[in-house]
Each structure stands twice: as C-alpha cells, then as structure tokens.
C-alpha cells in the first residue's frame, strides 16, 4: 500500500488538512482497470469511512499473502473532507461549505472549492470506475443502496448489483445534483457509484459490513482482484426501482414521530409504521400507515417533525425487478 | 402591506409564519421583488427591506407627497426566520443552506416548502432583487451582481447607482439558488451585496436604499413629481477583470486599506502573522491598481484561502451609454 497526501492546505493554528490517498498497486506491471473508493465528503456520514477501513485492512492482509490477486489498481480516499469529519459536521467547518456542492465549479476560491477541483482531477487521473460513499441525511436512516440518476441507468445498473446492497433506485436528474462528484464523474464518462447507508452522526456496523462484502464482489466482478478460493462471496439481489414504485411517506402534522416499524423490514400495506404525537397536548395527531406493500428503506431517526417532513420510503416490491 | 404568505405548524411554538408587504398602484403591469433574511446572519438585508417598506408605507399614505407607487412591489424582509431567530447562518435543525434549495418542493421539508412559497410568489415578477451581505469571514463594498447582463439588466444595474457591476459565472453550484432560479425564469435579477454578516452597515444599507429609490423611479414602479431617476457612470466588471489575492502562508490577518480603497500597483493591502511567534509570515500587496471590493474581515486565515479582491483598473472605462 502507497501512501500518498493529494490535497494539502496549512492552517493558521498548526498543522495542515491532508487528504490521503491509499494505494493498491496492480502485481502486473499492466495493470487491469482502475477503481477509487472515496468516503467522509460529508464530515458527519461514517459508514463509508468505516467500509474503507474495512477495505484497506482487508487488502494490506491480501497484498502480504496474495499479491497476485490485485489485476487491477485500487485508490481508496477515506478521508475526503477530514478536518469536518474531526468535527463531526457535513459542512467543512471553518468554511462553512458543503464539500459535495462545489465540484465543477470553474475558478475555485476558497480551501473547499480548490479541494474539490484538485482531488476531482486526482480521482480521474487514476480511475476507470468510482463508488462515493454516502449516509443518510441528519434526520432519515437509510439501509444500504444505490442510488442513480436517470441516463446514467444503463452503465451503471449493471455494477450497482455487485455491490450488495438492498435497493438501486433510479431517480430524475435535479439540479441539486449538478456539483456532486458522482453526477461530475459519471459526467466524465467515469461510472460512479453513489452508496446510501445508514444515517449521520451514527455508525452502523453491520451496514458497513454488508457494503465491504459487496465492494470486495465488485472488484472481483470487475477482475480488479481475482476472487478468492478459501472465501467465496454471496451477496444480495438488491431491488431495482425507479421513483414512480417508491411511496414517500410525510408527516401532515408536526409533532413528535415515534416509529412502530423496523428498517429494513417488509410491510404490508396498512401497516402501521409509527405515529405524529403532541407532546403537548398529549394527544395522537397521525397514525402512519404504510400505503403499499414492500420493502421499508427509509425511516426517520430524528424524532422532531415539522409538517411535509419525510417519515419513510417504501419500495414496491411489485414493481421492483429482483 | 403586510400580507401573510405562509403558516406552518410548529411542534413546540408558535406557528412559522412568513410575510410579504405590497404595493400595487395599478398603473403598471411590472412587478419588482424584493428578498432579505435569505441567511440567518445577513443583518443588513432586514434593515434595507424594513427602511423601504417605511418609505413606501409613506408613499402609500401620501406622507411623501412627491411620490406616487405606479405598478407592484413586493418586499419579503425575511426567508430564513427558523435561522434569524436562532442568530446564526443556518438553521441547526436541518442545517442546510437556504440558497441552495430553490426552487423548493410543495410537498417536501419545511425549507423546500418556504423556498417553493417565495418562488411562487415571485415567479411572474419583471425584476428581482436578493438582498445579500459578503460570505463569512470577508466585507463586500456595495455592488452588484448579475448573471448574463443583457442591455436590459445593465439599464436597471445603472439605475440602482453603485458604480459597480460584477458578473457571475455560471457555475452548477449557484444552479439552485434563489438568483439563477430567477434568471433562468426571465426575470431581470439582480445581487446587492454589501457589508460583512453578523453586522449591520447602516452607511452601506443607506447607499443601498438610496440606490433602490433610484432604481425605482427610473423604472417607473414610483414616480417622482420632479426626477425620472438617474443613471450613474456604472463599470462592469467580467470574471477577468477581477484579481484574487491569497494567502500564501496561514496567520492572522491584519488589514491596512480598507474595502472602497482605489489601491494603487503595489500598495500593501495588510499583513499576516504566525500566531506563535507573532512574526510576520506574509505581507499582501495589490499586483495591480484596482478598487478593493472584498477584505478579509476574520483575522484567522488558511493556506490558500483568500485575502481580497480587487476590480482591476481597465485602460478605457467601459462605462455603459443609454
């Protein structure tokens, strides 16, 4: 593994904001394709800081014991906005900027914007394919997806179901999307896939378990590692849905949301998935039902809703191709 | 007048109540918006639009009698009031950034809801205005911003009398904010920066108010029995016209001139220190003659970040005939 610092600025109190890059170099001196693993844009999303953990400790034990099996190059950024990740914020916290709204913007002026620009440049200089990896938002748990704008579908669909997790959602461009790095690389005819797992500020385990199987099946999908004989890879058939088979579930009234159903789990419609109380008045405000039959991938963490607030997403399994 | 223009529930309080104050003389078809209160520590936007609202409430009642309202305005003095009245830029509920959610959702969370309310009420507008202060950390002389100035556009910048027009380059991470959403909606949409955040610049809300009048008149929405509103010498500046100073070490930053300065080629514009030794680490000079329209306002700098920027003289003033 080579370690190598790609975006280095000082600041005025000691010390610098490093982002690293590790490297897993091919055995051939040709290498086959190229892959970067990227986590922690957002400074309070950790599942994916955790999948890279997993993954370097995993390839430094396979680059001691198997050298052979790296066919192709794996570049693995698990640290991508480190000073917000040290203090567990999305935001870059001196610059109070978001690292994933800034790619593509020409003439960067600030530490965050050049970051972007530089470790943009970094990524496509030595990928052929990438996974971003991303959490849910401060209020909303998500199980372990993938999640892909429309156009991008064909590529990307193909690799999305190596990579074990439990829905591909394919969704409408916005342009909210425009400054992310997974729409500017997909943009460069680099495919990237952009990982949803779990929820901010919190890690869980299990999820960043079931993303690492999944990007080692990927890598051997891809031959960028050979697969290996002793521990064979069984991963899930995720379900594969556009926006129009996924119920958003919002809150008609604010109040306190307490949920009665389990992420993860599959409901039947009419369920009861929690409901609104006012804490208050001690009265129920809203029962929440689900409204189809399918597969519950999405529920609020943050109890506190204000009316409009997501609550869950459904997938329908009906519609789904398994 | 004060015209509600949205209530949502809260769980805890009252209810998020949003205004608007109008005025429509019926003698016009055009309609000017007016926005402040965008970020919670943009102070200067609220004192604008509340002094304008007493202006026209004054008209209104004819107690400016040399003025009369001809067609529609509308002043929205605040947007992000969960923010204001927490005192700090962003909400910390969701702690997302309000310009950046445009142009909002119906159905979705509280601040898509507000962001698709002022899209809404402004969308059939002919001009609009944000009402913005410099982004943290710096202080903006009073000027203007536009994205793609068309004659039209630059008549009415001349109109509002700064002396001063920046143009803003496209760039996807400006695509979902309230001023691109204009633009691309063919509303003549205009920037009015001045000040830093956190504070109030009564001299700078004084030019700007002045300058709004002005604007006002030469457009026709007020009439005024003895002016028909001027229009001042206005340079425009495009992106290559504009120098960046940054930091080359990280310090503290003490400035020497001051935002409005005319610099001269090689004049020293401040100085930065290491915070431990107290030794000068860097000294910024003007590589160019120019007028300094943004300073570095926090003393604490980054590796890169940047100091100021400076309008650079032009050989020829582009000044704009009418």
Redesign the interface.
């Known amino acids: 593994m080579e370690t190598k610092t790609v975006i280095d600025?000082?600041?005025?109190?000691?010390g610098s904001?490093r982002i690293i890059k590790q490297t897993f170099a091919a055995h051939n001196a040709k290498p086959g394709k190229r892959i970067a693993f990227l986590a922690g844009l957002h400074g309070d999303e950790l599942e994916g800081v955790y999948t890279c953990f997993r993954l370097i400790r995993h390839l430094r034990e396979l680059e001691k014991n198997r050298p052979e099996a790296f066919q192709g190059e794996i570049n693995i950024y698990p640290a991508a906005n480190p000073q917000a990740l040290g203090s567990a914020s999305?935001?870059a916290p001196?610059?109070?900027t978001?690292m994933n709204?800034?790619?593509?913007?020409?003439?960067p002026?600030?530490?965050p914007a050049?970051s972007t620009h530089e470790l943009l440049a970094d990524i496509k200089s030595c990928s052929d394919l990438a996974v971003d990896f991303h959490a849910g938002?401060?209020?909303l748990k998500e199980l372990p997806q993938i999640r892909i704008i429309e156009g991008f579908d064909k590529k990307l669909i193909p690799l999305a179901r190596h990579c074990n997790v439990d829905l591909i959602w394919v969704h409408p461009m916005s342009?909210?999307f425009?400054?992310t790095l997974g729409f500017n690389l997909n943009r460069s005819k680099i495919p990237t896939l952009v990982i949803e797992a779990g929820v901010c500020l919190r890690l869980d385990a299990d999820f960043g378990d079931q993303v690492f199987r999944g990007m080692l099946y990927l890598l051997q999908q891809t031959g960028i590692l050979t697969p290996d004989p002793a521990t064979g890879t069984v991963i899930e058939n995720p379900l594969v849905v556009n926006s129009s088979q996924i119920a958003m579930i919002?809150a008609n009234?604010?109040?306190?949301f307490v949920k009665h159903a389990e992420l993860g789990q599959r409901v039947i419609a009419g369920d009861k998935l929690g409901e609104v109380l006012?804490?208050?008045q001690g009265n129920v405000l809203e029962e929440v039902v689900s409204p189809l039959t399918g597969l519950l991938f999405t529920l609020r963490e943050i109890p506190?809703?204000?009316?409009?607030?997501?609550l869950a997403r459904i997938a329908s399994e009906d519609a789904g191709m398994r | 007048m004060k015209e509600k223009i949205l209530t949502?529930?809260?769980?805890?309080g009252d209810s998020i109540t949003l205004f608007k104050n109008v005025w429509d003389g019926g003698k016009m078809l055009d309609t000017l918006s007016i926005v402040g209160g965008l970020h919670g520590n943009q102070i200067n936007g609220l004192y604008v639009a509340s002094r304008l609202t007493q202006f026209l409430n004054a008209v209104w009642e004819e107690r400016e009698k040399a003025y009369r309202i001809k067609g529609k305005i509308q002043i929205f003095p605040v947007v992000n009031l969960q923010a204001l009245q927490a005192g700090t830029?962003?909400w910390s509920?969701?702690?997302l950034?309000f310009d950046?959610a445009f142009p909002g959702n119906e159905?979705?969370?509280?601040n898509?809801?507000i962001c698709h309310t002022l899209i809404n009420h402004t969308a059939d507008s002919t001009y609009g205005i944000v009402l913005s202060t410099g982004t943290?950390h710096y202080e903006d002389f009073p000027h203007i911003r536009i994205y793609r100035p068309d004659r039209s556009l630059k008549k009415i910048a001349r109109s509002l009398d700064f002396g001063i027009v920046r143009e803003i380059?496209e760039?996807?991470?400006n695509?979902?904010q309230l001023l691109h959403q204009w633009t691309v909606r063919d509303i003549g949409s205009l920037l009015l920066v001045c000040g830093k955040a956190d504070a109030l610049a009564r001299d700078h809300c004084d030019t700007l108010i002045k300058g709004i009048i002005n604007m006002m008149v030469a457009t026709g929405f007020i009439s005024h029995t003895g002016e028909k509103g001027q229009k001042s010498e206005t340079t425009f500046y495009e992106?290559s016209d504009e120098k960046?100073i940054?930091a080359k070490?990280?310090?503290?930053f003490t400035p020497e001139a001051r935002v409005g300065d005319t610099l001269k080629q090689g004049q020293r514009i401040g100085l930065?220190r290491d915070?431990?030794s107290g030794e000068v680490v860097e000294e910024f000079f003007a590589p160019t003659g120019g007028f300094l329209v943004t300073l570095r306002d926090y003393p604490?700098?980054?590796?890169?970040?940047?100091v100021a920027w400076i309008l650079m003289e032009k050989k020829s003033l582009r000044l704009w005939p009418f």
């Open positions: 600025y000082k600041s005025p109190l000691g904001i999305r935001l001196f610059f109070g978001d709204r800034l790619f593509g913007v020409e003439n002026d600030s530490p050049l938002n401060l209020h342009p909210v425009d400054s919002n009234q604010p109040g306190l006012d804490p208050i506190i809703t204000y009316a409009g607030a997501a | 949502l529930p809260s769980p805890f830029r962003f509920f969701d702690g950034d950046m159905n979705g969370e509280l898509e809801k943290i380059p760039s996807p991470a695509n979902i992106s960046r940054a070490q990280p310090g503290l930065s915070i431990y604490l700098i980054y590796e890169k970040e940047t």
